[in-house]
């Protein structure tokens, strides 16, 4: 595709094909994100999913072996990958980049439905940043998951009719659910607006339409249940993946005033657009767009939290009302684009420029492109013969999977989960809270090398108690055996 053409479509009035607006935005999802692929993690939460999808392929369900707080297909997307391709960093971060890329060709593709080529071309082009870049989303993130599954799903929604397509809508947001539970919000929301359209005069979906949508939606729901149903372990998929959540979000809620500004923003920015008529209650796709979005917003409303990467939840739908919004100012005020623009355009990705010069650093320093503590650290102890069968990661724990170990207890699985004590009785862990479970793992269980980040707080910082644990204990029974990048590695003393 030659870069005149590319020009000439972001910035007059060619067009592209469907096939090549998936080939540009692959290519700048590739672009952005590929150096990334050699970083041992780049979100905690990721290396997480990584451990309990090596635990699947193993034969052992999620929350049996290892635990952590989420639905069980993001640990199936995971697990796939290990079981066809191995242990492959690449392989994981490669079929993230292709969802990322088909995320953001259908949010151009139902954009293109209620604007012109060019703001539907660069809404899908602002997605794959918003999805890529600013914070820890160059990894593979639940989110991106379940939105890979939740925007195609909406698009069929819009765009085709009849009982088969709702039904596989239906089965694509059962997936986004099972994915990321908080999603059963917006996917309700669609199910009552499809109702309500039983009853409108267009008579735009009928009545086996939204029945199949609403079955395809459960049955996704019912087979994740199915295999710890034929394992008389119900009850495990019902607390992990029901009870669980419920009592996360109603213990680690933020305060109104830091969950105030988002709302703040994007209500005054969906007040803005309706008054310009980009949500016109009369089209169907912004109409749908803004119900998704208020679906989202009710999630985090109701699970108290809002983290950064939450926001790709948001993003998909947001971009395109932006993009009219901008294209709208654009034309009322008659703005002339300078000719620096494109150059801020190229700045954009600085993060992945940096990222490029990091790994080929590494590989003349090192002589390998794959870069980090949860590499380099399983490296030194391979490397020293230091034996592996009783370690405890409380930093770059994605090295359990590189070297082929498990955490010392289920709670320890996500190194935070230790401090999330109210979620215990959901894993019957006889331990009640987490000073009960640290001082079982370090003193009982006796691990001979502790991995920490070094010069920093083991815990967040408003677990005062269990930092003060960790670290009086650390200080007493361990000494340093090792500094590598930034990571020590700690063993255990003598006689202790």
């Known amino acids: ?115 012109s080529f060019q703001v539907a071309l660069w809404s899908g082009i602002f997605c794959v940043v918003l999805l890529s870049l600013f914070g820890s989303l160059q990894g593979v993130m639940s989110e991106h998951l379940c939105m890979a599954f939740f925007v195609p799903s909406l698009y069929l929604i819009l765009s085709k009719k009849g009982p088969f397509w709702l039904l596989l809508a239906g089965l694509s947001m059962g997936i986004a659910i099972m994915v990321k539970l908080n999603m059963a919000y917006p996917v309700l929301f669609l199910g009552i607006y499809l109702v309500l359209e039983l009853f409108s ?76 008529d980009v949500i016109s209650f009369k089209d169907r796709t912004s109409l749908l767009l803004f119900v998704t979005l208020c679906g989202v917003l009710v999630s985090f409303f109701k699970g108290g939290r809002i983290n950064g990467h939450y926001l790709i939840q948001i993003h998909p739908m947001l971009v395109i009302f932006l993009g009219i919004v901008l294209h709208q100012l654009y034309y009322r005020f008659k703005v002339r684009i300078p000719r620096f623009f494109i150059l801020l355009l190229f700045l954009i ?37 230091i034996k592996t069968d009783n370690i405890f990661f409380l ?32 894993f019957d862990n006889p331990r009640e809270n987490s000073l009960e479970e640290l001082r079982y793992i370090m003193e009982e269980i006796k691990p001979k090398i502790v991995v920490v980040r070094k010069g920093r707080l083991v815990f967040d910082r408003d677990e005062l108690e269990e930092n003060e644990y960790i670290d009086t204990y650390l200080a007493k029974h361990y000494t340093v055996a090792a500094t590598v990048e930034k990571a020590e590695i700690l063993q255990r003393k003598e006689n202790n």
């Open 1 to 115: 595709m030659k870069l005149s053409i590319i020009k000439e479509c972001l910035f007059g009035e060619s067009r592209l094909n469907n096939r090549a607006v998936f080939l540009l935005l692959t290519g700048i999802t590739f672009f952005i994100r590929f150096p990334f692929f050699f970083r041992d993690y780049i979100d905690r939460d990721e290396s997480t999913f990584i451990l309990l999808g090596q635990s699947w392929v193993d034969g052992h369900l999620p929350y049996t072996q290892l635990w952590d707080l989420k639905p069980p297909l993001t640990f199936a997307f995971f697990a796939s990958i290990v079981y066809v391709f191995g242990k492959s960093f690449i392989a994981i971060r490669l079929i993230g980049a292709l969802l990322v890329a088909s995320t953001a060709f259908f949010t151009y593709k139902i954009a293109s439905r209620i604007t």
């Open 201 to 276: 005069k267009q008579k735009t979906i009928t009545f086996w339409g939204v029945l199949a949508f609403g079955l395809g939606t459960l049955f996704i729901v019912i087979l994740t249940i199915l295999p710890y149903y034929l394992n008389n372990q119900s009850e495990v998929w019902w607390k992990s993946v029901v009870l669980a959540p419920l009592e996360y979000s109603e213990a680690r809620r933020f305060s109104f005033f830091k969950l105030a500004p988002t709302f703040i923003v994007i209500g005054t920015f969906l007040f803005y657009c309706w008054k310009r």
């Open 349 to 385: 990705p600085t993060e992945s420029y940096l990222e490029y010069f990091n790994i080929v650093k590494n590989k003349f320093e090192r002589g390998t492109f794959f870069n980090g503590e949860g590499f380099s650290v399983p490296k030194y102890i391979t490397e020293q013969k």
């Open 395 to 426: 930093g770059y724990h994605i090295g359990y999977w590189n070297l082929g170990v498990l955490p010392p207890t289920l709670a320890a699985t996500h190194p935070s989960n230790i401090c999330r004590d109210e979620l215990y009785q959901f």
